[in-house]
């Protein structure tokens, strides 16, 4: 099994609607991001939580909102998706030591809303 | 602003050698980190370097110049495997991750 687990692998909806991705890990990371990525860009940081009280805004955070619920649980939510959030979401964690940069991917979450 | 330059896309030969180029501009330092993102998956960590030099691990190695904002990963004995993006990230004075575009690798026969 996956060690960081994303949950939908794929999504089609309208413009409007709720939608929320779900990540859960089994790391015992602390760290955990959500970013998006879209052809021809790097990849864009939406939010980011140290620790379980811990929420953080990255570079793109509007439109969207996240829910740290546990350790192990970070889920990403657009409240009224709009056709230029369709794009591949990734769930990712990492450990607290000097290699923060060393991320652990989910499969990705690809999104299209219509 | 914070930048990380590397060439758009690079085409290679199954058994030759490769280098793929970063620039960086990021406020501070804290280290450089290369992935790998085959087609339609999740990106896996290659290699890390915080300090000038050349660290190898197996068919592939990175480099890195702190004074020139500068690092390479050097791919030998290419693999049609090895066909993929590759990502060029640095961790600026706040532990940030700054991420490039990527480099699409195609591996001709």
């Known amino acids: 099994d996956a060690d960081v687990t994303q949950t939908p692998r794929n999504r089609i909806t309208k413009t409007g609607k709720r939608i929320m991705l779900e990540c859960s890990q089994t790391k015992g990371h602390d760290r955990m991001y959500w970013y998006r990525q879209d052809p021809g860009l790097g990849l864009r940081l939406i939010y980011y939580s140290f620790d379980v009280k811990d929420i953080n805004k990255g570079e793109i955070s509007d439109g969207y909102s996240v829910s740290r619920q546990a350790q192990a649980k970070f889920s990403l939510s657009l409240e009224s998706a709009i056709p230029n959030q369709t794009a591949l979401y990734f769930c990712?964690?990492?450990?607290?030591?000097?290699?923060?940069?060393?991320?652990?991917f989910g499969e990705g979450s690809r999104l299209t809303v219509l | 602003g914070q930048n990380i330059d590397q060439p758009t896309e690079m085409t290679a030969t199954e058994g030759a050698i490769v280098q793929i180029n970063c620039t960086y501009q990021t406020s501070g330092f804290n280290g450089l980190f290369w992935y790998q993102q085959h087609a339609g998956e999740a990106p896996t960590f290659l290699s890390y370097n915080v300090l000038d030099g050349l660290e190898e691990k197996g068919r592939f190695s990175s480099f890195l110049s702190r004074s020139k904002g500068y690092s390479y990963l050097l791919l030998k004995e290419l693999q049609m495997k090895d066909s993929a993006s590759y990502l060029c990230a640095v961790t600026d004075s706040n532990y940030q991750l700054i991420w490039g575009a990527g480099t699409k690798l195609i591996i001709k026969p």
């Open positions: 990712a964690t990492s450990d607290t030591g000097v290699h923060t940069g060393e991320l652990f």
